[in-house]
């Protein structure tokens, strides 16, 4: 059974920095892809960023060049470096997970999905 946990969120300032984390457990490596997504008021889910086993990155472009993903040592962590916050970026930000999917940043593909952390940026 996958849990995703996210951690991170909370206010910031415009053009400042914060550090998502997501844990993950009951999760095999093998052909594994784990993903950022958000979704803001009255708007649908989005991709911001993916990952897969090969550590193969992909990024929505309204993030390139702010936004890092990455995976922690042990592979079962999950993180999103985001610097040069803009108030656009606010919303609620949730961990994927799934197998198979490369780099997908199609949300409907993902079948395992973590609570969501808020991100508020002003």
């Known amino acids: 059974h996958v849990q995703l946990v996210e951690s991170g969120g909370g206010p910031v300032q415009a053009g400042g920095s914060l550090r998502l984390s997501c844990a993950a457990s009951?999760?095999?490596?093998?052909?594994?892809?784990m993903g950022w997504f958000r979704q803001a008021p009255g708007k649908e889910r989005e991709g911001v960023a993916a990952?897969?086993?090969?550590?193969?990155?992909s990024y929505a472009d309204p993030v390139k060049g702010r936004f890092s993903i990455s995976q922690g040592n042990a592979e079962s962590t999950l993180f999103l470096q985001m610097n040069s916050l803009k108030p656009e970026d606010t919303a609620m930000y949730y961990c994927?997970?799934?197998?198979?999917?490369?780099?997908?940043?199609?949300?409907?593909?993902?079948?395992?999905w973590g609570q969501g952390t808020q991100v508020t940026v002003s």
């Open positions: 994927a997970a799934d197998y198979g999917l490369g780099t997908s940043l199609v949300a409907n593909e993902y079948n395992y």
């Open positions: 009951g999760y095999t490596d093998t052909g594994r892809c």
């Open positions: 990952i897969d086993s090969d550590g193969i990155a």
